[in-house]
């Protein structure tokens, strides 16, 4: 029987799949009209991206992402006449910007993996 010892530095991991998935997901949700609960991707996006040295090049686009989700999140919160959902509340601009930084996102993400697996 043999034994493989691997060197930190030696392994190549695939990046996280939970931020690519959950990058993809924001834009669905909202164009799908579940704003709130893209609240979880828009999560796991920033802290996924935030923990993985690999993606430190990533990290001002998943700030971006999630200041461009706050913004209406937050004005829904502090309305003085909010809608039932975040979905129907939401300015359709946001929607748009939200929309585009997800896929920005997304496809950035993609290129990355793509340069580190050569």
């Excluded at 010892?5 to 924001?26: F, G, K, M, N, Y």
């Excluded at 990290?59 to 975040?86: D, H, K, M, V």
């Excluded at 359709?92 to 930084?101: D, K, Q, S, T």
Aim: aromatic share 6%; net charge positive; proline share 6%.
């Amino acid at each position: 029987m043999s034994t493989h010892t691997l060197d930190r530095e030696t392994t190549v991991r695939p990046a996280p799949r939970t931020v690519l998935v959950s990058a993809w997901a924001v834009p669905v949700m909202i164009v799908g009209q579940f704003a709130m609960l893209a609240v979880v991707p828009v999560a796991l996006v920033l802290i996924g991206t935030l923990r993985d040295t690999r993606l430190k090049a990533l990290r001002w686009g998943a700030i971006a992402l999630t200041a461009a989700y706050a913004t209406p999140l937050a004005l829904w919160a502090i309305g003085p006449e909010r809608a039932q959902s975040l979905s129907k509340d939401m300015h359709p601009v946001f929607a748009a910007i939200i929309v585009a930084v997800g896929v920005a996102f997304a496809v950035s993400f993609q290129v990355l993996r793509r340069k580190q697996a050569r």
